[in-house]
């Protein structure tokens, strides 16, 4: 069971690129599904999550707010990432990943609380 991201390529700075998180093997209705990026030699960390049924909930780390918008098709088990106005540092692999716990009231930006990670795909900005 994974979730598989896909996408990525290279772009340049000022581009748009929408990033999508395929379920393979699970539903993701019900459950939070977070996107979270890890570049050469930093940490991986939070970029955004998208959660809820009847009423869709989102986060977004500071860095990306304004700029990326999430989004989730629950019949096609799938989630987006719309990333406009790329920046050089937003090269990074980008990975989803869906929340442990099935209809988690508030969405959570620890990767410690995501489960059934792909592989990623990598994203890199010419400046």
């Known amino acids: 069971v994974q979730l598989q991201a896909s996408g990525g390529g290279l772009v340049q700075a000022g581009d748009t690129l929408t990033l999508s998180c395929a379920a393979s093997g699970r539903r993701l209705s019900g459950y939070a599904v977070g996107w979270f990026r890890k570049a050469s030699g930093k940490e991986r960390e939070f970029v955004a999550a998208?959660?809820?049924?009847?009423?869709?909930?989102?986060d977004y780390a500071d860095f990306v707010k304004g700029r990326f918008r999430v989004s989730r098709d629950d019949a096609e088990d799938t989630v987006y990432l719309r990333m406009n106005g790329l920046k050089s540092e937003d090269t990074a692999i980008y990975y989803c990943a869906a929340d442990k716990i099935f209809g988690r009231i508030s969405l959570t930006p620890s990767p410690d609380e995501y489960d059934d990670w792909g592989q990623g795909t990598q994203v890199t900005v010419s400046s």
């Open positions: 998208v959660g809820g049924r009847t009423v869709i909930r989102t």
